[in-house]
C-alpha cells in the first residue's frame, strides 16, 4: 500500500516565493492561541500567509504546569506546528525568532539576518515573567512559560529529591516556593503538594513529610485575585487542605540562591523557587519602536492596531486591548477571539470597510487547586466548586487541545494518575 | 479517599545507614538490562542491595532509534528507577556516576565525593560508542545510547528540514547518514527512510524527494552481519525498496563537519551522521585499573567475576564475557541473563557454593527494518522476514517494555503511526 499524496502538495511553496506573491502578505509572528486563531479565521481568503515561530510546535500552556509537575509529558502538550498547518494550503511556517522591525519599509528580519516582507502584520509572539525590579528573581526563579520552562522545573524537583536522598536533607532543601496567588501559581503549588505526597509515599519512602514544605506566596489579602470570594476562600482551603502554606499580604524584597527575603524581614530558605506572579513583555519588545504599556505591553487601538501603525496589530498576551473600558486579561479565551478580531479587519481594510473594535466576550474563568478540586466562574453568575469544577476543567481543556492522539494520551496520562495515584512520568532528562 | 501507605515503608531506610547494615552489601552499578536483572534475582536474598545509575530512570535502549526518529515519545522508552524499586524493599537506590574504585579497601567513589562500601559489586554501566580511531567521528557523529541522545538526533533531524523549508536545500543538508550496518544501523536507517518519506509528504511538501537521501555505510560485504544470508538478504531489499542507499565494503577514514570521508578518496557531504559502528566501552573504565580485552571490556573469568577479584563482577555489554568459546554479543538477552548469572553466584558465594560458568541461551536475534518489514532467526533454525517477524518483534518489544503505563503508550503511538502514517510527535525540544 502506498499513502496519498498530502492534500496540500499542489499549494507547496517554498518560503524564498512569498516575497514575489501577487496575494496581500499576512505575516503573524508567533503559533500560540492567538496566532493560530489568526490562522484559522484567514486561511481560506485571498492571502498568503506567513506563520512565524521560535519553535516547530505549538504549546497548549494552559497544561505546562502539569509537565511541570510530571503528570503529563512533553509530547501531550506540544504538536507540531507543520502538521496543523496541513489544513490551510495558503500558509507557510518558518521556525525563526523576529529580532528586527522595519516599519517604514514593512519588512521584518529574523535573527538569521532573513528579512521578510508584509502587507499585514500580526503580533502574537505573548509574554513572559514580570519580575517588577524584584532582585535576583530572574537568575534564581523558575518561569512556566515554554515546554523547556516546564522540564527544567520537572528536573529541578527530581533533582532536589535525589540530593535529599543521597545527603541528607538540609534546611529548605525541600522547600518549595510558589510566587504569585493567580491561577498558574495556585495549580503549579496544588500540583506540587500533591506531588510531594505521590513521591514521598512512593518513591522517597525515608524522606518524612514534616520536612517537605509548598509555600505560596501572595502580596493581597487574596489568591485567585480575579475570582468572587467564596471561590477564593474555596480555593484557599483546598490549597491548606493539601498542606500548602498559604502566605498572604507578603511582596517578595529579593531573591538569593538559597532564600527568599520577604518584606518585614522574613527569610523562606527554599530549594526550588517557582515565579507566577505576574507576565510581562519579552526583551524583544522594548527594541521594535513600538508604543509600550503596562509591563512592557504593546498598546493598541481598539480595533487592536498597534497605536500609530495602519497594518500591524498586536494581539494575545503582548497587547494592552482594551474591552469595554476594561484591559483585557492575559489568557487563552481573550488571545483566541483577538487573533481572530485582527484577522477579520485585515479582512476589511483590503474591502475598505471600517475596522471595528475588539469586544472581549468572558465566557468565564476556571482554574483547578488538584485532584478532584478546581474553581469555575461562569458568565451569568453561575459558580462551580469541587468535583463538578474539576470534571468541567478536564472536558474543557481535552476539548481544546490539538490533535487527537494528544487528547488520548492525555486523557489516559490522566486516568492513569487517578487510579494509580502516582505513576506519572518521572524521569530527569538532559545532562 | 486516602491512598493506602506504601507497601515498603517500614523497609525504607536512608542511605546513610547503608554502611552500617549488618547484611552483606551489595553494590550495582548501572540499571540497565544487567543490573535490573541481578536487582531482580537478588532482592529476596539477604542482602542489603545498593543500585546506582547516573540516571534516575532505566532506558529501554532497544527502542531508542524509534525517538530518534519521532515514532515514540521520550516518555515512552524511560521509567523511573524509584517506581521500579517499590517491589524491592531492600534495595536502596542512588542516582550518581561512579569515579572511582577503591579495590583493596572495597569502596566505590561517585563524581560528588561519596565513598560506599560494599562486599561484592556488579559493574553493568554498559557500553556507548566505539569510534576506532576515525577523526571527527566523536566530535561530529550522533550516537543512540541514552534518551538524550535520541532526542538530539530528533531535534537535529528537524532542524535539517526547518533549515532546507528555510533557506533551500544545500548539497548534503537533507543526506542521513548512517555508519555501520548492524541491527541498530538497519533499524536507523530504515526508520530514518519511513521518517523523510511521510515528512516530505505531509509537512515539508516543497522539498522534492530526490533531494533526500539516507545513506547506510558497512565496512563488510553484508549487513545484518550475525544474521543468516537469506536474511541479509532480505534486509538489504528491504531498505532499498524504502530508498536507503547501502554503501557495502566501504570503511569511513574520516569525518569532517560537512562530509564523510570513504576509503577510495570518495566524499559523501551530510546533514546528519549517525554512528552505530560499534559499542566500546566509556572513557571511565580505562581509570578503574581493571583488566580490560577488546574494545575496552572488562576482562571477566567464566563465572562472570572480572579477572583477578574475588568479589567484583562484570556484566552486560561493559563485560567481555565467554560462552562455549565465543564471546557473548552486546544485546539485551546476554545481559539479562548476565546479570542473573552474576547474582546467584553471590548467593553461592556467600553460602560457600563453588561458583559456575555463565552458559547464554541464544533464544535468537531480531531486527526491524520499518513497517510491516523484520527479520528474525529463531533458536532452533527458524526464520522468518515481513510481516510476521514484524508482528513478532512488535510483540517481544511490548512485552518486555516496562510498566503497564508505557506499554499501552507505545502501542497507541503504533496504532496511530500504523493508521495515520506521520502524525508522531515530531517537536524539536531544548534551546
Redesign the interface.
Known amino acids: 500500500m502506498r499513502?496519498p499524496?498530502?492534500r496540500?502538495?499542489k499549494?507547496?511553496?517554498?518560503?524564498?516565493n512569498f516575497d514575489s506573491t501577487t496575494r496581500k502578505k499576512v505575516v503573524i509572528v508567533g503559533a500560540g492561541f492567538a496566532g493560530l486563531s489568526a490562522v484559522e479565521t484567514l486561511y481560506r481568503e485571498n492571502f498568503d500567509i506567513l506563520l512565524i515561530d521560535r519553535?516547530?510546535?505549538a504549546t497548549f500552556q494552559p497544561l505546562l504546569y502539569q509537565v511541570a509537575t510530571a503528570g503529563l509529558?512533553?509530547?501531550d502538550v506540544?504538536?507540531?506546528i507543520?502538521?496543523l498547518?496541513?489544513k490551510y494550503p495558503q500558509v507557510r511556517?518558518?521556525?525563526?525568532e523576529l529580532s528586527k522591525l522595519a516599519k517604514e519599509s514593512n519588512l521584518i528580519e529574523l535573527e538569521?539576518g532573513?528579512k521578510i516582507g508584509y502587507d499585514y502584520l500580526i503580533l502574537a509572539f505573548g509574554a513572559t515573567s514580570n519580575y517588577f525590579g524584584v532582585k535576583g528573581a530572574a537568575e534564581y526563579s523558575h518561569a512556566i512559560y515554554t515546554?523547556?520552562d516546564a522540564?527544567e522545573v520537572r528536573n529541578r524537583i527530581?533533582h532536589q529529591f535525589?540530593l535529599a536522598?543521597?545527603?541528607?536533607i538540609t534546611e529548605g532543601c525541600l522547600t518549595f516556593v510558589v510566587v504569585g496567588g493567580g491561577a498558574t501559581g495556585v495549580e503549579m503549588a496544588g500540583a506540587s503538594a500533591e506531588l510531594c505526597d505521590r513521591a514521598l509515599?512512593?518513591?522517597?519512602?525515608?524522606i518524612p513529610r514534616s520536612l517537605v514544605r509548598v509555600i505560596l506566596i501572595e502580596q493581597r489579602d487574596k489568591i485567585l485575585e480575579a475570582f468572587d470570594d467564596p471561590l477564593s476562600q474555596y480555593a484557599l482551603e483546598e490549597l491548606k487542605r493539601r498542606g500548602v502554606e498559604v502566605t498572604l499580604n507578603s511582596a517578595v524584597d529579593e531573591i538569593t540562591p538559597e532564600k527568599v527575603h520577604l518584606s518585614g524581614d522574613k527569610d523562606i530558605p527554599y530549594g526550588i523557587l517557582i515565579w507566577a506572579a505576574g507576565v510581562g513583555a519579552p526583551a524583544l519588545t522594548a527594541t521594535l519602536g513600538l508604543p509600550q504599556g503596562r509591563g512592557g505591553r504593546i498598546l493598541v487601538e481598539p480595533d487592536l492596531r498597534v497605536t500609530g501603525y495602519d497594518n500591524i496589530f498586536a494581539v494575545g498576551d503582548i497587547a494592552a486591548a482594551n474591552s469595554k473600558n476594561q484591559i483585557v486579561p492575559q489568557l487563552a479565551q481573550p488571545a483566541l477571539q483577538g487573533g481572530k478580531h485582527a484577522a477579520l479587519q485585515i479582512k476589511n481594510l483590503v474591502t475598505n470597510v471600517p475596522t471595528s473594535p475588539f469586544v472581549y466576550k468572558d465566557r468565564g474563568i476556571m482554574a483547578t487547586i488538584g485532584r478532584r478540586a478546581a474553581v469555575a466562574q461562569l458568565k451569568g453568575g453561575v459558580d462551580l466548586t469541587g468535583w463538578l469544577a474539576w470534571m468541567a476543567w478536564l472536558i474543557l481543556h481535552l476539548m481544546t487541545l490539538l490533535?487527537a492522539?494528544n487528547k488520548?494520551?492525555v486523557l489516559?496520562n490522566w486516568l492513569?494518575h487517578y487510579i494509580?495515584?502516582?505513576?506519572g512520568?518521572?524521569?530527569?532528562?538532559?545532562?
Chains 1, 2 share one sequence.
Open positions: 499513502w499524496l498530502a496540500d502538495r499549494h507547496a511553496l517554498n518560503l524564498a519553535h516547530n510546535f509529558n512533553p509530547g506540544s504538536f507540531p507543520r502538521t498547518l496541513r511556517f518558518r521556525q525563526g538569521d532573513s515546554l523547556d522540564l527530581f535525589e536522598a543521597a545527603h541528607g509515599r512512593t518513591d522517597y519512602t525515608s490533535g492522539r488520548l494520551s489516559i492513569w494509580s495515584w502516582g505513576k512520568p518521572r524521569v530527569i532528562l538532559g545532562g
